[in-house]
Nanobody, 114 residues
Framework: QVQVVESGGGLVQPGGSLRLSCAASGSVSSVYFMDWYRQGPGKQRELVAYIDRSGGTNLADSVKGRFTISRDNAKNTVSLRMNNLKPEDTAVYYC????????WGQGTQVTVSS
C-alpha cells in the first residue's frame, strides 16, 4: 500500500505561479513513475506530467515551457512548478504514483482567475 498526499494549490491571477507538492509513504520502494493529472470543470481527467525514478520526464503539450516536474527519491516526493498560469489551467490537480497499481491523492484545487 502507498499513501499519497498533495499540498499547494489555491487561487492565483493569470500569469502567476504556483508549486504543488506530493509525498508518498508506505511501500514506496516499488514506485517507479510519479504523475500529475488534472481535471477541469466539465472535462475528463488528463495527464499533465510524469517523471520516472531516473528523472526522465514527459509533459503535456499544453504545459510545456510553463510547468516543470521534479522528484526527490530520497524523500519520495514529487513537485510540479507551474509558471505563467492561464485560466484554462484551472482544475483539480491529482498526484498519482505507479507501483503494483496506481495510487491516487485526494486532489488539490488550482484556480486561475483575475
Amino acid at each position: 500500500q502507498v499513501q499519497v498526499v498533495e499540498s499547494g494549490g489555491g487561487l492565483v491571477q493569470p500569469g502567476g505561479s504556483l508549486r504543488l507538492s506530493c509525498a508518498a509513504s508506505g511501500s514506496v520502494s516499488s514506485v517507479y513513475f510519479m504523475d500529475w493529472y488534472r481535471q477541469g470543470p466539465g472535462k475528463q481527467r488528463e495527464l499533465v506530467a510524469y517523471i520516472d525514478r531516473s528523472g526522465g520526464t514527459n509533459l503535456a503539450d499544453s504545459v510545456k515551457g510553463r510547468f516543470t516536474i521534479s522528484r526527490d527519491n530520497a524523500k519520495n516526493t514529487v513537485s510540479l512548478r507551474m509558471n505563467n498560469l492561464k485560466p484554462e489551467d484551472t482544475a483539480v490537480y491529482y498526484c498519482a504514483v505507479r507501483a503494483d497499481t496506481t495510487y491516487w491523492g485526494q486532489g488539490t484545487q488550482v484556480t486561475v482567475s483575475s
